[in-house]
């Protein structure tokens, strides 16, 4: 049985390795791969008279696991989405003044940062990029491919010193394997410098790049202290998780359900208000 095992490990890994070549989405081979290994360790030894010691629970206490990095996940992807729908992130774009490339590279580089510790590093490269592309213009294509570059780097170290910033360090925060304040102690000057260096070295070549102003448009049917109030309880909801978890002892799944179930009953309120000055009023609510 564990050659068995070991068999469907490495072909499922090796398919999951050439998913570009073979156009098989790597979560299709995952599934099938982690479902029939469990099948192997439950009914192989049922046939054969050789029980595997306490498969079945074993099997609940992974799904158990798993299925609270799930509902974390699902609870941050949910409020940021929400978040963006109502203009928040816009909202914060739209404070960004500065007209001089050093400060306006070294905002974003910083705000990316940040902003990438509470949010998903993609979420956050997203939603900078698309700052860079409405403050540089058109023309200007080498200093929009190393505002991209850096707002990339920005967003991958600033994910690495906050447990909310990568999939993997919040795997291992809520399995208990790190703390909250051990990894931002340990890892935050680090992940700083890891910012600061390139941001030295490309300022260098942006210095001559010119920046247009940039404020939230005027012509949006969603109110500024709408987008501002649900930017405030989504951010805030999200930063509250690590603090009820070493505060209150509350599992992070469940403080982030919290969160999304505050920010889903206050853009209720939102959705019925703005529902008749809105083109298409259903991306406001969380369906």
């Known amino acids: 049985m564990e050659t068995l095992l070991v068999s469907l490990f490495i072909a499922g890994y090796a398919l999951i390795a050439l998913e570009y070549r073979l156009r098989i989405d790597k979560a299709a081979t995952a599934i099938l791969l982690g479902t029939i290994s469990w099948l192997v360790l439950l009914v192989l030894p049922a046939s054969s008279g050789a029980a595997f010691p306490h498969a079945e629970e074993r099997l609940f206490s992974h799904v158990s696991e ?21 203009e928040g992130f816009n909202f914060l774009l739209g404070l960004i003044q500065v007209k001089r490339a050093g400060g306006f590279f070294a905002v974003i580089a910083m705000l990316s ?50 447990p909310l910033g990568d ?54 049917p969603i109110p500024r202290r709408v987008s501002l109030v649900v930017l405030i309880l989504g951010i805030g909801g999200i930063l509250s998780v690590p603090l009820q978890k070493y505060f209150l002892h509350v599992p992070p799944f469940l403080a982030m359900l919290l969160a999304m179930g505050a920010v889903w009953l206050a853009t209720e309120i939102f959705y019925w208000r703005l529902r008749n000055q809105v083109e298409e009023p259903r991306h406001l609510r969380v369906t």
């Open 167 to 220: 999939v993997t360090t919040t795997m291992l925060w809520i399995r208990g394997c790190i703390t909250e304040f051990s990894i931002v102690k340990r890892t935050l000057l680090p992940s700083l410098v890891s910012v600061l260096v390139p941001l030295l070295v490309i300022g260098r070549f942006l210095r001559g790049a010119s920046i247009q102003g940039q404020a939230l448009p005027e012509s949006s």
């Open 66 to 86: 798993i299925a609270s990095i799930l509902f974390f996940l699902l609870g941050a992807m949910t409020i940021v989405e929400v978040v963006d729908s109502y």
């Open 113 to 162: 940062f940040f902003l990438s510790a509470f949010i998903d590093n993609l979420t956050a490269t997203l939603i900078m990029v698309s700052l860079l592309q409405k403050a540089v213009p058109n023309h200007q294509r080498y200093a929009r491919l190393l505002g991209a570059s850096l707002i990339v780097i920005s967003a991958n170290s600033g994910g690495a010193w906050s």
